[in-house]
Structure formats: structure tokens, C-alpha cells
């Protein structure tokens, strides 16, 4: 038994051109006029009496129709060979079913043509004026409110195809605002996860650097400070390396999400660089990284880099508790240190935390303290995913 593979059937015929794929209206309305049963539902207009289909007939009907396989890409060359076959119809009184096609060919003019609309408006209008006149010295009883009727009636078809082509539109612009919106916040979140990345190192390398200098005379401290600059180098590189595998997109690498077992190397970290900090964990972190987590250890991060770059010596403290329904952080110093030599902040830092926790329905406050130093508190919902 063999299988129709519909889905792979789909893609090939939406890979045709428009052409191909409007084609099969086309030849279903001109075959429409040799059925039986459809004779006698075609469009009359003037009331004229109806005459039997002869050659001249056929090119009416192929006039009326065929056209229609062009009525996306060329719709102004569409409704001009359709009204002219419409004309030829209604005058040779042969009233087929192929009439249908001028409402087809009106909706698509007013959704595909792109340009001069009101040119085409006024020329199809004035077709029908001088359609309507010629019915009329041929002795037609369809009188004015006939005309007008039918002439609403186009109108209606053309109103149709303007209203799909204004909302396609507007529907195209939303995916283009939410396309430039999305890329902005990946942007940005890109530009977070690149300072946090980087600024954290680069901070603790300077420091380490900075401090190497003074260390000369003592071989054994020289020898431990640079080891320390070496190891965030390499930290600093595996976390680059890790973030542009992310970016690109022929590689399969997937985000890695910090957890809150990680906070104690970035301490350990920190300390390497010279900074006395006193760590004090309340609760156990959740082994499964999230998004609450994963801003915790940023929190921690961008705190511990700042209190180097601002405060380096200071007495510095570093508090984490991991609640069932919440995790807090509290970073703080003593403000007993000097202002390493280190570049100065853009506070980019700062605004990237507030708007991660923010997103996370948390609060973060970052304020000196009344008696010299500077404390960042966080909340954040320990429930956020990642």
C-alpha cells in the first residue's frame, strides 16, 4: 500500500511559481461554461437575450479566465484581457459562466497591484460606463439601478482585495517589528552575557596584574599572583569560547546556565584576585539550573567585579539564601579599601541585573551605605525558569 506523503507534497507545489499554482482556477472556470448544469448560472447583464455559444464564444470565455493564472504577478494585465472578455460576453449575449472570473480578477488587482490603483479604478470604472452604455442602444431593460447595483457589487469585489492587501500588510509589518524586537533583546542579552563575562575577568586580571608589580621582591607571592592572572585568563577564554559557540549558527552548542554551586568558585575567584570576602551559604541550591539561579550567580558576579574595580581591599561580604520560594543575595563593603587603577564602569552592569531580575518578577537595590561602602540586594523568585 503506498503512502502519499502529503506534507513533502505541500512543499513541492508551494515551490511552483505563482503561475503554475493559480493555473488550475483558471482551467476550472473556462471548462465551467461545457458543463450542463452550469450553463445557466452565468452573469447577465442588460437583460439582453441569450445566444448560443459559437467560436467567438470561446474567446470570450478563454479572455474571461486564462488570464487568471497571471493575477498575482501581472494583475493589471489580468483584469484588463478579463474585462475585455467580460465585455465581449455581455454584448454577444452569451451570458456564460466565465463571468465569475471579473470578481476574481477584481479581488486580486486589489490585493497584488502594487502600483497606479487609482488609475486602474478609474479605467475599469470608465470600461463599465461605456459597457453599460452600448447594453443600453442594444435595447436593454436593466435600467440605471440595474447598472448601479452590479457596479456596487465590483466595487465590493475590489473593496475585498484592498482589505486583504492592507491587512497583509499590516500583518507583515507586526512580524517585522516583532523580528526587530526580538533581535534587540537578543542584542542585548548578548551584550549582558559578554560584559558579565568579560568584565568579571578582565577586572580580575588587572587587579592581579596591578598587585604582581609590588610583588617582585618576593618571588614565592610574584609566583601566585600570576598563576591566579593565568587561570582567569584561561576562564575568561573557555567562557568566550563557550558564548561565540553559542552564537554561531552552525554550531550545536546550548547555553550554559550558571547555577548556585558555582557562586563559591567565583568567591574563591575573587579572593585570588586579592579581595578579602566572607562567603555565608543558607539553604541548598537546587541542582537543576534555572533562570533564578543563573541570575543569583550574576548578581554575585557583577557585585564581586564592582567591588574590585571601586573598593579593592575592602572588607567585602557575600550572603546567599536559598529559600523554597525565593533565593536572596546580599553583596556588600566596608568601604575600608582604596579605588583600584582599574577602567572605569558605564553602569551597564547594574542596569543589565535590574532588568534580569526584573524579568524574573524579583527587585534588585543597589545604594551606598550611611557609613562608607556600597550593599546590592537582591530577591528573586527561586520558581523562574530558565
Excluded at 370 to 382: D, E, K, L, N, Q
Aim: aromatic letters at 4%.
Amino acid at each position: 500500500m503506498t503512502v502519499v506523503d502529503l506534507p513533502r507534497l505541500r512543499g513541492l507545489w508551494h515551490r511552483q511559481s505563482v503561475v503554475v499554482r493559480d493555473l488550475p482556477l483558471a482551467l476550472v472556470l473556462a471548462v465551467g461554461p461545457l458543463v450542463p448544469s452550469w450553463r445557466d448560472q452565468g452573469t447577465q447583464l442588460g437583460d439582453l437575450p441569450d445566444r448560443p455559444l459559437d467560436a467567438l464564444a470561446v474567446v470570450a470565455v478563454a479572455l474571461q479566465c486564462l488570464p487568471l493564472a497571471v493575477r498575482r504577478r501581472w494583475p493589471a494585465v489580468c483584469l484588463t484581457l478579463v474585462c475585455g472578455g467580460f465585455v465581449l460576453d455581455q454584448l454577444r449575449g452569451y451570458h456564460t459562466a466565465a463571468g465569475t472570473a471579473l470578481a476574481v480578477a477584481l479581488v486580486s488587482t486589489g490585493v497584488h497591484l502594487g502600483r497606479r490603483r487609482r488609475v486602474a479604478a478609474v479605467v475599469t470604472t470608465g470600461a463599465y460606463v461605456a459597457l453599460a452604455v452600448a447594453l443600453h442602444r442594444q435595447g436593454s431593460t436593466e435600467g440605471v439601478s440595474g447598472f448601479v447595483t452590479f457596479y456596487v457589487l465590483l466595487v465590493l469585489a475590489w473593496g475585498v482585495g484592498a482589505w486583504l492587501r492592507r491587512s497583509r500588510a499590516a500583518e507583515a509589518d507586526h512580524r517585522r517589528r516583532a523580528a526587530a524586537d526580538a533581535r534587540a533583546t537578543e542584542r542585548a542579552h548578548i551584550a549582558r552575557e559578554l560584559h558579565d563575562v568579560v568584565t568579571h575577568h578582565v577586572t580580575a586580571m588587572v587587579v592581579q596584574t596591578e598587585a604582581a608589580r609590588y610583588l617582585t621582591t618576593r618571588p614565592d607571592r610574584l609566583d601566585q599572583s600570576l598563576t591566579a592572572v593565568t587561570d582567569t585568563g584561561r576562564q575568561a577564554i573557555s567562557d568566550l569560547r563557550r558564548l561565540l559557540d553559542v552564537l554561531d549558527p552552525n554550531h550545536d552548542a546550548v547555553p550554559r546556565t550558571p547555577t548556585g554551586r558555582e557562586i563559591r568558585a567565583l568567591v574563591e575567584q575573587t579572593r585570588r584576585a586579592g579581595q578579602p570576602v566572607e562567603y555565608v551559604e543558607e539553604g541548598t541550591p537546587s541542582p537543576t539550573p534555572s533562570g533564578a539561579q543563573a541570575a543569583a550567580y550574576r548578581v554575585v558576579q557583577e557585585s564581586l567585579t564592582n567591588a574590585l574595580k571601586h573598593a579593592h581591599g575592602s572588607r567585602t561580604t557575600v550572603h546567599v539564601h536559598h529559600g523554597d520560594d525565593t533565593i536572596t543575595v546580599e553583596v556588600g563593603t566596608d568601604g575600608s579599601g582604596v579605588r583600584s587603577p582599574s577602567p572605569g564602569g558605564s553602569e551597564r552592569g547594574l542596569a543589565g541585573l535590574r532588568e534580569r531580575v526584573d524579568i524574573l518578577g524579583g527587585e534588585l537595590v543597589a545604594q551606598p551605605r550611611p557609613g562608607g561602602g556600597f550593599v546590592v540586594r537582591a530577591r528573586i523568585p527561586a520558581g523562574s525558569p530558565s
